[in-house]
């Protein structure tokens, strides 16, 4: 019925109801958002993205602004500030994980990067809400500098 990547109904009623969503959600009521957001989004951790990163099953994504993706970014990450560059390197399935970060737990800037990639039609977005910041705590390398 439907040529979506969609394995299941239920997947495609969850990618539908997400693109409702940032409608549905007025600017002034961010702490509602951040809240129906953490619900919606898988929040993958340092261990398990470090493993998928290295098993190169993951397109990592650095929400936060160029300059400072450019000071330090997680290695191999793509900035989301550079939309024509990012567009260029997307994954073609749009079910392939994709990881959302930005500077802190803290940090809301994350919330446009799943914005982008759910209207993209991406499905398995997911968010580390560690981010740089717990990158650097467990003495891990930053990379710096604009990707290539």
């Known amino acids: 019925m439907f040529s979506l990547p969609f394995k299941t109904p239920q997947l495609l009623a969850l990618s539908l109801s997400l693109s409702?969503?940032?409608?549905l959600v007025k600017a002034n009521e961010s702490h509602d958002r951040l809240a129906a957001y953490d619900k919606i989004y898988t929040e993958i951790n340092y261990q398990d993205l470090k493993k998928a990163m290295k098993?190169?099953?993951?397109?990592?994504?650095?929400?936060n602004r160029q300059e400072n993706y450019e000071k330090g970014h997680i290695p191999g990450a793509h900035s989301l500030?550079?939309?024509d560059q990012l567009t260029n390197t997307l994954p073609?399935?749009?079910n392939y994980p994709v990881v959302v970060y930005c500077w802190s737990p803290e940090?809301?800037?994350?919330?446009k990067g799943v914005d982008f990639f759910t209207a993209s039609g991406y499905t398995n977005v997911m968010h580390y809400k560690g981010g740089v910041k717990e990158w650097?705590?467990?003495?891990d390398t930053l990379t710096t500098g604009a990707l290539p």
């Open 20 to 23: 409702l969503l940032p409608p």
């Open 55 to 63: 098993a190169s099953e993951v397109f990592v994504v650095d929400a």
């Open 81 to 83: 500030a550079s939309r």
């Open 92 to 94: 073609f399935l749009k």
């Open 107 to 111: 940090c809301t800037s994350w919330l």
């Open 136 to 139: 650097m705590e467990k003495k």
